[in-house]
């Protein structure tokens, strides 16, 4: 226990800073010394001496590896002190440190991802600040430790650990989409393909199929679909469309598969509406990919069967939507005419199923009329189509039967 009073002791530090940052040798002994009683002071009962430390290992903390780990553990010991005047000066000291040595930026970024769950509000403005600070820095490292707060450990956590994580994944989340959103997508994400980016992306793709779905709401409509590399039609869209829609293929088996009589699907209806908003509504991926899944993956007696009926009429609706959307982009040159014949022909084949689906919804206000009448249309211009075509052969054939009979009558004249 040191007796001197708190001005003797401020007076000394103070002294002994002086003479090591005159000192020009990196390494030298008093400056070594220096280090040492910053570390100490941290925890002094002194206030004054725990501020003028906070504010000064960033002179000497890379000088002398074998006291980097006391120093930066005394760094994190002022962010938890008694006194908030005391963490404040904690959080601006990582800040500090990260910027002289770049090797702590991830450990540091990671530790101020756990202050975000601080009850102080003016705290946590400060801790906000100081992880886009860390975005500066580096955002792919930090990126990344954010990143491991969404995406859900595959371990088993205990209940209250799994409380206090799905606490923190909120935080994170309302921090990239929030304070952090314009730096991201304007400075450190905004490049299609950028490591940033990469990091990003894949670590929010990771965790959609098990994330809550205000969640997935919140990365994928308010963070993903900013990024520039979400742009119309983009292979980025694209991708997500896949990751959705494979979500959307597990949760359906698994909820088909419950056992119970006309199971509800909420997962099921969720992620297929996710797609829709994806594809159809914001166009980022094309819808065929939405509609041929639909066909392939949705549409069959045994599923349709045990649905209940807003499920069917969902689905029914969703078909609809997502036809339409192909036919607009046919119409604008973005999808070949050959490749949406092929498509009107499966969706035309799959209504042998739908339509039958659609009469069995008993409730009258359920049923969806404008996307059994966009069917019907559908089927109609297909089979007009095949007609014409038929027509249009048997025409030729009718043709070619008469110059061969004109042939030969004139063979029989000569």
């Known amino acids: 226990m040191d007796d001197r009073d708190e001005r003797q002791q401020l007076d000394e530090l103070r002294a002994l800073l002086k003479r090591a940052e005159k000192t020009p040798a990196k390494t030298a002994a008093v400056r070594k010394e220096a280090l040492k009683r910053l570390i100490e002071v941290v925890h002094s009962p002194y206030t004054s001496l725990k501020t003028l430390a906070a504010s000064n290992f960033r002179l000497f903390i890379k000088d002398f590896p074998e006291l980097e780990d006391d120093a930066i553990n005394a760094v994190y010991d002022l962010c938890e002190d008694s006194v908030a005047k005391v963490r404040i000066d904690g ?6 440190v990260s ?3 770049k090797k702590w930026v991830k450990r540091n970024a990671d ?7 601080s009850d102080e509000p003016e705290e946590v403005v400060v801790v906000k600040k100081a992880l886009i600070e860390h975005l500066d820095m580096d955002p792919v490292v930090t990126l990344g430790v954010l990143c491991d707060q969404i995406a859900p450990l595959s371990q088993d956590w205990d209940e209250e650990d799994q409380v206090t994580r799905d606490r923190l994944r909120s935080l994170v989340l309302a921090f990239l989409t929030g304070e952090a959103h314009r730096a991201i997508t304007e400075r450190h994400a905004h490049t299609p393909g950028s490591p940033a980016e990469e990091v990003l992306v894949t670590g929010i793709l990771k965790g959609i199929p098990k994330l809550p ?3 997935v709401d919140l990365a994928v409509k308010e963070l993903l679909l900013s990024l520039s590399s979400f742009s119309q039609y983009s292979s980025r869209g694209a991708e997500l469309l896949e990751v959705v829609l494979e979500a ?7 909820e088909v598969a419950s056992g119970v009589s006309n199971p509800p699907v909420p997962n099921t209806s969720y992620f297929l509406g996710l797609a829709s908003f994806i594809s159809v509504e914001k166009r980022v991926a094309k819808p065929d990919i939405l509609l041929r899944f639909y066909c392939t993956s949705v549409v069959s007696r045994v599923i349709l069967m045990r649905l209940p009926e807003v499920a069917k009429a969902s689905i029914l609706s969703g078909i609809a939507d997502s036809l339409i959307a192909c036919d607009e982009i ?6 070949s005419k050959e490749e949406m014949t092929k498509l009107r022909k499966q969706v035309v084949d799959t209504c042998v199923v739908l339509l039958p689906c659609f009469a069995s919804i008993t409730s009258s206000g359920k049923r969806p009329w404008k996307s059994c009448r966009v069917l019907l249309q559908e089927c109609s211009q297909v089979c007009s189509i095949f007609l014409s075509l038929s027509a249009s052969h048997l025409g030729v054939r009718h043709s070619e039967r008469h110059r061969v009979g004109q042939s030969h009558r004139h063979w029989w004249r000569v």
Do not use: C, M, N, P
């Open 213 to 215: 779905h205000t969640d």
């Open 91 to 96: 959080y601006y000291a990582i800040i500090s």
């Open 248 to 254: 959307a293929k597990s949760s359906l088996k698994a």
């Open 111 to 117: 530790v101020l991802v756990q202050l975000l769950q």
């Open 99 to 101: 910027k002289e040595q």
């Open 330 to 335: 046919t119409r604008s040159g973005d999808f």
